[in-house]
């Protein structure tokens, strides 16, 4: 697209929304002339999901274009904490799509790294996440796809982190989001290289369960820390798909008998009924394989007070399979696995300080971050359906030693192929790209990453070979 149509489109697009809200669909439209309109009607998932597997196709690194009135782009970026909304027209491989909403996402991390002042908010100083909303006003999709979801990557130099780690999961047999890179360019201007991360929603549902139309929930436990069972009406706010018609009544069931077993046969039942116990035992493996420390078996405390022991897991979701009648447990946001395995500091923040399966402090939340403020974890293993997980020993080790059996076996070819497409994306960049990103830097990362993947596997062996798990 030429810079010249590039300002002609921006020049007629939307200011930007609420902080706290969707976009509204209320606000004016905009009117360019586009190469090609491709939004879609919300039916035909068959097609959606063929759009939406060549979207995420390893073969192609794609240009995407985010086209942005100037005062939008200076005022998100302005203050990217705020994670303003802002009107766009989104541009992928000749396609358009107006009316998109977009912002920046981020955590503390991110913040940290690329915004003047942290998490207080400032200027945006480097390439940041960034959320594309297809949907903001027609109820549409794009190349099968509701929502981009486009990570910067600035922590992970060697930019392979989560296509690997996601990867893992897919072996394993768990549902998990697929990945794949793009240039992205805003107003014509190369923002940098960045992964273009599936999002878990009704899409996402559909691609792994054709037909099911299922629930899937983000970061809701079947019941509290205090072994009670979770309202229903948090299962409904934790909706990601079905938002308006779904019946949470089925996880409520589940968490009800959760709650309600009196001992560990007990729960075992429970689980047997709402769960497939060898796929959730894979996810448990994974947590070792994959040094995952800010996941669902990571428990944050959710009070500063030291009198409170309430305590949440993290990064997940569950989604409903219907045809079998059961939860599937699923990872998300896996941008910190395989770092510094055999590094482990009780200062950091989101490091488990419990082996599996172990408790400490007497189930009291514990521990603290590097920055001398309280943040303390709780041993997931408190929690009734973790410490029913940890009573499948023999379940437990067989998934071990299926990950050093396929992705632990497999892993570095993966790694080999995807250096191969990337580096010349890698060589093109400019000297002075917002990412720091040049191809020695690269090079050195793939090294230390392969070196961390190694030590994941080490620490599978020692796992296997504990007294703990015999």
């Known amino acids: 697209m030429s810079m010249r149509k590039l300002l002609l489109l921006a020049s007629a697009l939307v200011p930007i929304f609420s902080c706290d809200e969707e976009p509204s669909a209320t606000a004016p439209l905009p009117s360019p002339v586009l190469k090609k309109d491709s939004l879609e009607r919300i039916d035909g998932d068959r097609k959606k999901r063929r759009e939406a597997a060549r979207v995420f196709a390893e073969d192609t690194i794609r240009d995407i274009h985010l086209i942005l009135h100037p005062d939008s782009l200076g005022a998100i970026d302005a203050n990217p904490v705020a994670e303003q909304w802002t009107g766009g027209t989104l541009v992928v491989e000749g396609d358009t799509a107006r009316d998109v909403g977009v912002r920046y996402k981020g955590a503390e991390g991110s913040w940290y790294k690329c915004v003047e002042n942290g998490p207080r908010g400032g200027r945006k100083i480097c390439p940041l996440n960034m959320k594309i909303k297809v949907d903001r006003v027609h109820d549409t999709t794009f190349h099968g796809l509701k929502t981009f979801q486009l990570h910067a990557m600035n922590d992970g130099p060697s930019l392979l982190v989560e296509t690997v780690a996601y990867w893992f999961v897919r072996r394993m047999g768990v549902p998990a989001p697929r990945t794949t890179y793009c240039r992205l360019f805003i107003n014509g201007k190369l923002e940098g290289l960045f992964l273009n991360v599936e999002v878990m ?10 037909g099911s139309d299922a629930n899937i929930y983000k ?5 509290s820390w205090d072994s009670t069972a979770t309202a229903p009406s948090r299962f409904a706010k934790a909706l990601e798909s079905n938002e308006k018609t779904a019946d949470v009544s089925r996880f409520s069931a589940f968490g009800q008998e959760l709650a309600a077993a009196p001992d560990q046969a007990a729960v075992r039942l429970v689980m047997e009924k709402w769960l497939d116990v060898d796929e959730i035992m894979a996810m448990a493996a ?7 420390d800010d996941g669902a078996f990571h428990w944050y405390a959710w009070s500063p007070s030291p009198e409170s022991h ?4 993290h990064n997940y979701f569950w989604m409903e399979d219907p045809a079998r009648g ?3 447990l699923l990872p998300w946001d896996l941008d910190k696995a395989f770092v510094d395995v055999f590094a482990p500091d009780s200062s950091n923040t989101i490091e488990i300080l419990d082996a599996w399966g172990t408790t400490s402090h007497g189930c009291r939340n514990f521990g603290m971050t590097d920055y001398g403020m309280d943040w303390p974890q709780r041993s997931a293993a408190c929690d009734k359906l973790v410490a029913g997980m940890v009573s499948y020993g023999d379940r437990y080790r067989a998934q071990l030693q299926k990950t050093l ?3 632990f076996a497999k892993v570095d070819s993966l790694i080999d192929a995807w250096v191969a497409r990337l ?4 060589g093109s960049l400019p000297g002075d790209n917002g990412q720091g990103i040049d191809p020695a830097r690269w090079h050195a990362a793939i090294a230390a990453l392969r070196g961390e993947i190694k030590d994941a596997r080490t620490s599978v062996e020692a796992e296997l ?6």
């Open 310 to 313: 309430a305590a949440g897991p």
């Open 405 to 407: 059996q396929d992705p």
């Open 219 to 223: 970061e809701v436990w079947p019941i």
């Open 201 to 210: 929603d009704g899409r996402f549902v559909d691609a792994w369960q054709p």
């Open 423 to 426: 580096e010349p994306a890698v």
């Open 326 to 328: 059961k939860f599937r």
């Open 465 to 470: 070979a504990s007294p703990r798990n015999r």
């Open 286 to 292: 994974l947590r070792t394989a994959l040094d995952d």
